[in-house]
C-alpha cells in the first residue's frame, strides 16, 4: 500500500502544509467548544431549571438540534454573513470566524441538551437542601453546574468530536481556501476527489489520534478529579 | 448570636392541613414553638413527622390554615435551618461544604476559613476537612449537615430523624451535637420514633399520628401518663399505625 507509506511519511517528517491544517482545525474548533459551552451550559441550566410557557417545545427542539445537518447550519449562516446578507457588512465570510460562528451553532445543543438533563437530575437531588439554605435562582445554577462539572466534561466531548468531524459547515462558511481556511475535514474531501489518497490519508489519521487523545486525557482527568472532590 | 433584627420565634402552626394530592399529611394541626428545650416529634413512620418539619422550614405551603415565624408569612429561611433524613452533600470537600453554607449565610469571605474551621471541630470533623463530602461515612455525613445548619446561625433548628439510620456510637455524637446547639440557645425541634431518644434530649413531645397532634406536654409527663390510648401503645411498643 504505497498510499499509506506516503502518508505516514507526511505525518513522520513534519510536513509543512498539513501541520498548518491541523493547527486552523484545532484553534477553529477549540473556539467553537469554548463558545458554545458558554452559551450551551448556561442554556442548558435555565430549562432545567426554570417553568415558562412553551419550554417544553424548546426542550424538544434543543434536543431535535442536536442532529442538526452540518451542511444546513453551513447554509444558514453563509446566508447570515453572505455579502447581502444582514451581517454581510462584517465580512466574516470564508474566513476562520466565520467558521467558529457556524460551529458554535452546529455544538450549540450538542452540549446545552445533555446539559439540561444533568442539571435537571442534579436539581431533584439538591432542590431541598439549597431551598433550606437560601439559595438563590443564580446562586442555585452556577452551584449546580459547578457540582456537576464531571458529567458536563462528557458533553464538552461530545461538542468537540462533533466540531472536529464535520465537513459541511466549514466547506460551506469557510470556503476551503488553501492555506487559510482549509482544514483537515475540508482537505480530505478534496483531496480524495483529486485523487490525492496520501494527503488524505494522512490527516485522516492525524484527525482520529487527535480525537482519541483528547478524549484520553479528559477522561483521566475526570477519573483523577473525581477521586478527588468524590 | 443575633444577626438580623427580625426573629423566626415564636414559630406558629394554625389550624395547618397539608394535603398531595388525594392523600392527607397532616389535619388540621395547631402548634406554637417557642424558645426553650427541644421539642421532640414523635410518631411512627407515616404519621408526617417529615411534613410537619418541612412545614416549619418554609419548604411547603400548607393547603390550609397558616404558618408563621415572629408573625411573619414569609419563606425566606433566615432565622432557621434544617437537617434532612438524608442529608445531600455537595460534591465537594467537606470543608467546602461548610464554607458554602457560610457564604450562603452571607459570612464574609475573609471570615469563613475560619469560622469553618470552628464549626468542623465543633462537630468532630476537622481532621475530615479536606476530605470529599461524599465520602464519609453516614454518621459523619449527618455531622456536616449540621455543621452547615449551624454556620446559620439558626434561632431554630429542624432535625428530621438525623439518627435513624445510624448506629449507636454515631448517633451518640449527633444527640451530643444537638444538645450543644440547644444549650447554646438554639431552639430544637427534632422527629423521632426512638424513646431511648426523647428520653434523652426532650424538654416536651409533639405525638402525631395519622396527621394529627395526638398529645404536646412535657416529656415527662408524655412518657409517664399518656392521656391518649395511641399514645400509651405506642410507648408501650405496640405497632400504632
Known amino acids: 500500500m504505497p498510499e499509506q507509506l506516503t502518508a505516514w511519511q507526511l505525518i513522520l517528517d513534519g510536513d509543512a502544509t498539513l501541520f498548518a491544517i491541523v493547527r486552523l482545525s484545532l484553534g477553529v474548533s477549540l473556539c467553537a467548544v469554548a463558545l458554545a459551552s458558554l452559551i450551551g451550559m448556561p442554556l442548558g441550566a ?12 424548546l426542550v424538544v427542539l434543543l434536543n431535535a438540534f442536536m442532529g442538526l445537518p452540518p451542511v444546513v447550519v ?37 452540549i446545552a441538551a445533555p446539559t439540561r438533563q444533568t442539571i435537571a437530575d442534579l436539581w ?3 432542590r431541598d437542601e439549597l431551598r433550606a439554605m437560601g ?4 446562586g442555585r445554577m452556577m452551584t449546580l453546574l459547578w457540582d456537576a462539572r464531571f458529567s458536563l466534561l462528557t458533553a464538552l466531548l461530545a461538542g468537540f468530536g462533533r466540531a472536529a468531524a464535520e465537513v459541511g459547515a466549514v466547506m460551506i462558511v469557510g470556503g476551503n481556501i488553501a492555506g487559510f481556511t482549509r482544514t483537515m475535514t475540508t482537505t480530505i474531501a478534496l483531496e480524495t476527489s483529486k485523487g490525492d489518497l496520501p494527503l488524505a490519508l494522512g490527516l485522516g489519521v492525524i484527525l482520529i489520534t487527535i480525537v482519541i487523545a483528547i478524549n484520553a486525557a479528559v477522561w483521566g482527568t475526570r477519573v483523577w478529579a473525581e477521586r478527588q472532590a468524590g | 448570636m443575633m444577626r438580623a433584627p427580625s426573629s423566626d420565634l415564636p414559630l406558629v402552626i394554625d389550624e395547618v392541613s397539608l394535603h398531595a394530592g388525594a392523600t392527607r399529611l397532616l389535619d388540621r394541626v395547631s402548634l ?13 413512620n407515616g ?3 417529615t411534613s410537619l418539619l418541612r412545614l416549619c422550614m418554609g419548604l411547603v405551603s400548607p393547603t390550609a390554615g397558616r404558618v408563621t415565624w415572629g408573625g411573619r408569612t414569609e419563606h425566606a429561611p433566615e432565622r432557621r435551618a434544617m437537617v434532612f433524613q438524608r442529608p445531600v452533600m455537595l460534591r465537594r470537600s467537606t470543608a467546602a461544604n461548610v464554607g458554602y453554607a457560610l457564604a450562603q449565610a452571607g459570612v464574609p469571605r475573609p471570615q469563613r476559613a475560619a469560622r469553618g474551621a470552628d464549626l468542623l471541630a465543633r462537630v468532630g470533623l476537622l481532621e475530615l476537612a479536606e476530605r470529599p463530602a461524599r465520602r464519609l461515612s453516614a454518621g459523619e455525613q449527618q455531622r456536616l449537615a449540621l455543621a452547615r445548619a449551624l454556620a446559620r446561625q439558626p434561632e431554630i433548628l429542624l432535625l428530621d430523624e ?7 456510637a454515631a448517633s451518640r455524637a ?6 450543644m446547639a440547644a444549650q447554646s440557645g438554639i431552639k430544637i425541634v427534632m422527629a423521632s420514633h426512638d424513646l431511648g431518644q426523647v428520653r434523652r434530649l426532650a424538654g416536651d413531645v409533639v405525638f402525631l399520628l395519622r396527621g394529627t397532634v395526638h398529645e404536646q406536654r412535657s416529656a415527662s409527663d408524655f412518657l409517664e401518663r399518656p392521656a391518649t390510648p395511641e399514645a400509651a401503645a405506642f410507648l408501650r411498643g405496640d405497632l400504632v399505625i
Do not use: N, W
Open chain 2, 32 to 44: 406554637t414553638i417557642i424558645r426553650g428545650a427541644p421539642t421532640l416529634i414523635v410518631g411512627p
Open chain 1, 46 to 57: 435555565i430549562l432545567a431549571l426554570t417553568r415558562f410557557p412553551g419550554r417544553s417545545g
Open chain 2, 47 to 49: 404519621a408526617g413527622k
Open chain 1, 74 to 110: 453551513g447554509l444558514a449562516v453563509y446566508l447570515l454573513l453572505s455579502r447581502s446578507g444582514p451581517l454581510g457588512a462584517l465580512g466574516l465570510l470564508f474566513t476562520p470566524a466565520a467558521m467558529v460562528v457556524a460551529q458554535t451553532i452546529l455544538i450549540i445543543p450538542i
Open chain 1, 124 to 126: 431533584s437531588e439538591y
Open chain 2, 162 to 168: 438525623p439518627t435513624a439510620s445510624l448506629d449507636p
Open chain 2, 174 to 179: 449527633v444527640e451530643e451535637i444537638v444538645l
Open chain 1, 135 to 138: 439559595v438563590g435562582p443564580v
